[in-house]
């Protein structure tokens, strides 16, 4: 496809149990990030990986957060042990090269735990 | 700490209007500053975007102006159209870094 896409685009879950997002960049493209936003609100930087390697994990809120990108291109957040306040729209991007070129973003992944 | 100051929250314009969104920054090391524009269901798309080496960058009816000793930087949409109809987001960035820090959004309504 021409875009970024993340699936799945909704996910329902139980309080406790680990769910994996996952985000296919435009082809190419070497730099990946996650954000998440809430309802009412700007995205919020979580990580991001130039080609495999993760550059910037500051943004992840805690341990039960993780990312990975095994081979520079598909990458999946991985939340363990969820919890309500993880209820956010889970955002994915990416760009050229990265530098402040511009990033592509997906349609998100709807995140709700029940 | 909210290092992007966006306002106002929503706007509401006619058609053919001057729609103006403002953003303040605190951060002096940002130097990247760019627009989004999001509709209903959608991810953010890139607008458009300056770096503080300039004042004023126009790209159809979309212009930022940016005011380096202010810190503040705002978009003006000319001739605002009724699918100009979205929320709009700043953000910046500060060179090494590749994270964007975004405002909270304006919800942008323009009435035919």
């Known amino acids: 496809g021409a875009g970024v896409s993340q699936s799945p685009r909704y996910k329902v879950t139980k309080r406790g149990q680990d769910v994996a997002l996952r985000c296919d960049p435009i082809?190419?493209?070497?730099?990946l990030y996650w954000y998440r936003q809430a309802l009412g609100q700007g995205p919020e930087f979580l990580t991001y990986f130039n080609y495999e390697a993760q550059q910037d994990k500051s943004g992840l809120p805690n341990d039960r957060f993780s990312a990975e990108r095994p081979e520079g291109s598909i990458s999946t957040l991985t939340i363990q042990r969820t919890e309500q306040r993880d209820s956010a729209m889970y955002r994915c991007?990416?760009?050229?090269?990265?530098?402040?070129?511009?990033?592509?973003f997906g349609d998100g992944t709807r995140l709700s735990i029940l | 700490q909210q290092q992007v100051k966006q306002s106002p929250q929503s706007l509401i314009v006619q058609k053919g209007g001057i729609s103006i969104i403002n953003c303040a920054y605190e951060?002096?090391?940002?130097?990247?500053f760019p627009w989004y524009q999001q509709f209903p269901g959608k991810g953010p798309a890139l607008l458009i975007a300056i770096r503080p080496d300039v004042s004023e960058k126009k790209e159809g009816r979309f212009t930022i102006s940016f005011n380096k000793s202010a810190k503040q930087f705002s978009l003006h949409i000319m001739d605002s159209q009724p699918g100009d109809s979205a929320t709009y987001f700043c953000?910046?960035?500060?060179?090494?870094?590749?994270?964007?820090?975004f405002g909270k959004g304006t919800k942008l309504t323009v009435n035919p």
């Open positions: 953000a910046a960035s500060q060179g090494g870094s590749e994270k964007l820090v």
């Open positions: 991007a990416s760009s050229e090269t990265g530098g402040n070129q511009p990033q592509h």
């Open positions: 951060n002096t090391a940002f130097d990247y």
């Open positions: 082809s190419g493209h070497v730099s």
